[in-house]
């Protein structure tokens, strides 16, 4: 395991991010993408844009089919981004649009001409750029943009707060490695856009005395002094003996990286370009996302009439818009305020239903026979819900109503209900039969469920009276002999498997006798079996 970090390391740390964090926030952010499709070309000069605005860019945008502006507009908000730079094709044209977040104005610009960052750096002779270049933001300078005109300002105010704000009394030379400039053409109306790599070198030195400052250090096999160097520079190419003159010749207030760059001493500044190169030209600058009046048009006046007619369109169609907003917002909520009477209708009617229900339920019903069942109302909320509003209720209000309705089943009838614990021993219930009973010694079952009660001589069982040649309750039919209500059947008459062969039984009945049950005499009654062969 490594070592833990000390107070000491923590605190400089946490200091660092917090200045790290500040310092990021208060620069402007940018996001370069296109929109539709595009081609292969343009799709690479998004790409050399991008890397014009590093580092405060993101590098690595992605961009898919389904994605809108909105998307964009969104994410921009939590990550600091302030510009959009958005690259559109149509068939003839490549269009490019400046719009500043989040509330605008969005400028739109025309392309005529580009060149992609391999096609400049392929032309020149000696190029100078590398990675370090892109670790801080470029230097932007504006030309021409103090002439008279709305327009003219407005794209100079937007091209100026897409890249960070320099203090030069703080600013870091060292710092400075790229420059973008933008030179407007009052002729023309046409921009352009070019991109430049920095250099600082000394000046006041023969070409000699340069070529020692340097890394590489010149052959001198064929000098027989070393002044020939300093005085006649010999063997040197024009390259790399460049004039200098007034125009990029200044004394550097502070030293900068190079040899011989110390402050206070003349240097010359160099410019190398490294693309890309764009020649835009205004077209319209609209407020808003896209999506507002038009501030200025190239190529189309209008009076002022024209103008406040368009306004004035504009203000009917927003507050037609803001009426049906409004309206829809209060049907919706007088649709939701009848729903919520509607449901407590329902629940109230439900309560009192089953209040009624528990009332009743307290209350006995002396007229009630035994075996019927009381009306108990259902517990649908639906059917509640229709008794007490008088409509058919919503899908989605009872939606626990389907679902017992595909669980309910038909229930059969009531089953009858059993004897009750007093009911009398087998040898009474064996006394109902007519053969052993008398007149004195009829039962009959009493109706209210309290067990059974002995009629005396001559006396006629309750309810209705048996017409002649109907059966009563107990009665047996013909023939059917000593066989009892309730009673276990008996085996009648001794039955027998006989037959010579064992495979064929049959099985026989000798008669009916009047023996209760089985008699075991043996191996003679009862169930013979042949003995076969063993």
Same mark, same amino acid.
């Given at each position: 395991?490594?070592?833990?970090?000390?107070?000491?390391?923590?605190?400089?740390?946490?200091?660092?991010?917090?200045?790290?964090?500040?310092?990021?926030?208060?620069?402007?952010?940018?996001?370069?993408?296109?929109?539709?499709?595009?081609?292969? %070309?343009?799709?690479?000069?998004?790409?050399?844009?991008?890397?014009?605005? =590093?580092?405060?860019?993101?590098?690595?945008?992605?961009?898919?089919?389904? %994605?809108?502006?909105?998307?964009?507009?969104?994410?921009?908000?939590?990550?600091?981004?302030?510009?959009?730079?958005?690259?559109?094709?149509?068939?003839?044209?490549?269009?490019?649009?400046?719009?500043?977040?989040?509330?605008?104005?969005?400028?739109?610009?025309?392309?005529?001409?580009?060149?992609?960052?391999?096609?400049?750096?392929?032309?020149?002779?000696?190029?100078?750029?590398?990675?370090?270049?892109?670790?801080?933001?470029?230097?932007?300078?504006?030309?021409?943009?103090?002439? #008279?005109?709305?327009?003219?300002?407005?794209?100079?105010?937007?091209?100026?707060?897409?890249?960070?704000?320099?203090?030069?009394?703080?600013?870091?030379?060292?710092?400075?490695?790229?420059?973008?400039?933008?030179?407007?053409?009052?002729?023309?109306?046409?921009?352009?856009?070019?991109?430049?790599?920095?250099?600082?070198?000394?000046?006041?030195?023969?070409?000699?005395?340069?070529?020692?400052?340097?890394?590489?250090?010149?052959?001198?096999?064929?000098?027989?002094?070393?002044?020939?160097?300093?005085?006649?520079?010999?063997?040197?190419?024009?390259?790399?003996?460049?004039?200098?003159?007034?125009?990029? *010749?200044?004394?550097?207030?502070?030293?900068?990286?190079?040899?011989?760059?110390?402050?206070?001493?003349?240097?010359?500044?160099?410019?190398?370009?490294?693309?890309?190169?764009?020649?835009?030209?205004?077209?319209? *600058?609209?407020?808003?996302?896209?999506?507002?009046?038009?501030?200025?048009?190239?190529?189309?006046?209008?009076?002022?009439?024209?103008?406040?007619?368009?306004?004035?369109?504009?203000?009917?169609?927003?507050? =037609?818009?803001?009426?049906?907003?409004?309206?829809?917002?209060?049907?919706?909520?007088?649709?939701?305020?009848?729903?919520?009477?509607?449901?407590?209708?329902?629940?109230?009617?439900?309560?009192?239903?089953?209040?009624?229900?528990?009332?009743?339920?307290?209350?006995?019903?002396?007229?009630?026979?035994?075996?019927?069942?009381?009306?108990?109302?259902?517990?649908?909320?639906?059917?509640?819900?229709?008794?007490?509003?008088?409509?058919?209720?919503?899908?989605?209000?009872?939606?626990?109503?389907?679902?017992?309705?595909?669980?309910?089943?038909?229930?059969?009838?009531?089953?009858?209900?059993?004897?009750?614990?007093?009911?009398?021993?087998?040898? #009474?219930?064996?006394?109902?039969?007519?053969?052993?009973?008398?007149?004195?010694?009829?039962?009959?079952?009493?109706?209210?469920?309290?067990?059974?009660?002995?009629?005396?001589?001559?006396?006629?069982?309750?309810?209705?009276?048996?017409?002649?040649?109907?059966?009563?309750?107990?009665?047996?039919?013909?023939?059917?002999?000593?066989?009892?209500?309730?009673?276990?059947?008996?085996?009648?008459?001794?039955?027998?498997?006989?037959?010579?062969?064992?495979?064929?039984?049959?099985?026989?009945?000798?008669?009916?006798?009047?023996?209760?049950?089985?008699?075991?005499?043996?191996?003679?009654?009862?169930?013979?079996?042949?003995?076969?062969?063993?």
């Amino acid at each position: 395991m490594g070592k833990s970090k000390t107070k000491n390391q923590k605190k400089c740390r946490a200091s660092a991010n917090h200045v790290a964090n500040e310092t990021y926030g208060s620069v402007p952010h940018s996001f370069v993408f296109h929109r539709g499709q595009i081609g292969k %070309n343009a799709g690479q000069l998004v790409l050399d844009v991008r890397r014009v605005m =590093e580092p405060y860019t993101a590098e690595s945008l992605k961009i898919r089919k389904k %994605n809108v502006l909105k998307d964009f507009v969104a994410i921009a908000g939590p990550l600091g981004v302030t510009h959009f730079m958005i690259f559109s094709k149509t068939t003839s044209t490549l269009n490019m649009r400046l719009a500043r977040l989040p509330k605008g104005p969005t400028l739109h610009f025309r392309v005529l001409k580009y060149s992609l960052i391999k096609d400049v750096v392929s032309s020149l002779k000696k190029h100078r750029m590398h990675e370090q270049q892109f670790t801080h933001h470029p230097l932007l300078v504006l030309n021409n943009f103090g002439s #008279d005109g709305m327009h003219i300002k407005l794209m100079a105010t937007m091209f100026q707060h897409m890249f960070p704000s320099i203090n030069v009394h703080k600013v870091n030379l060292n710092n400075i490695k790229r420059c973008v400039l933008l030179n407007y053409n009052p002729v023309s109306q046409e921009i352009e856009f070019r991109h430049y790599s920095l250099k600082v070198v000394p000046v006041g030195m023969s070409r000699g005395v340069k070529k020692l400052m340097q890394e590489k250090f010149p052959n001198m096999s064929k000098f027989e002094d070393i002044s020939e160097l300093l005085m006649n520079g010999a063997n040197l190419s024009e390259s790399e003996a460049e004039q200098d003159a007034e125009h990029n *010749i200044t004394e550097l207030p502070q030293a900068y990286s190079g040899r011989g760059n110390m402050a206070s001493q003349q240097s010359a500044v160099r410019l190398t370009e490294i693309g890309p190169r764009m020649t835009l030209q205004l077209m319209k *600058i609209q407020e808003g996302m896209g999506e507002g009046n038009v501030l200025y048009h190239n190529f189309i006046s209008k009076s002022e009439e024209e103008i406040q007619e368009i306004l004035n369109r504009k203000e009917a169609q927003l507050k =037609e818009k803001e009426d049906r907003r409004k309206k829809q917002e209060q049907n919706v909520a007088q649709k939701k305020e009848k729903q919520e009477e509607n449901k407590r209708k329902s629940m109230e009617g439900i309560k009192r239903k089953q209040h009624e229900a528990e009332e009743d339920s307290e209350v006995e019903d002396p007229g009630m026979q035994e075996g019927a069942v009381a009306d108990v109302e259902s517990d649908d909320e639906v059917e509640y819900y229709r008794q007490a509003v008088g409509e058919e209720p919503d899908e989605d209000m009872f939606p626990s109503a389907k679902k017992r309705k595909g669980s309910e089943k038909t229930h059969g009838p009531a089953k009858k209900r059993k004897l009750s614990p007093g009911k009398p021993p087998r040898k #009474d219930r064996d006394a109902r039969s007519p053969k052993r009973n008398g007149p004195g010694g009829q039962q009959h079952r009493d109706h209210t469920g309290k067990g059974w009660k002995k009629s005396r001589d001559r006396e006629k069982p309750f309810g209705k009276k048996a017409r002649p040649g109907a059966k009563t309750f107990g009665a047996k039919k013909a023939g059917e002999g000593d066989k009892k209500f309730g009673g276990k059947k008996k085996f009648e008459g001794n039955k027998t498997f006989s037959g010579k062969n064992n495979k064929d039984r049959t099985f026989k009945s000798k008669g009916q006798k009047a023996k209760p049950g089985f008699k075991k005499k043996g191996a003679e009654q009862g169930f013979k079996r042949r003995k076969g062969k063993g």
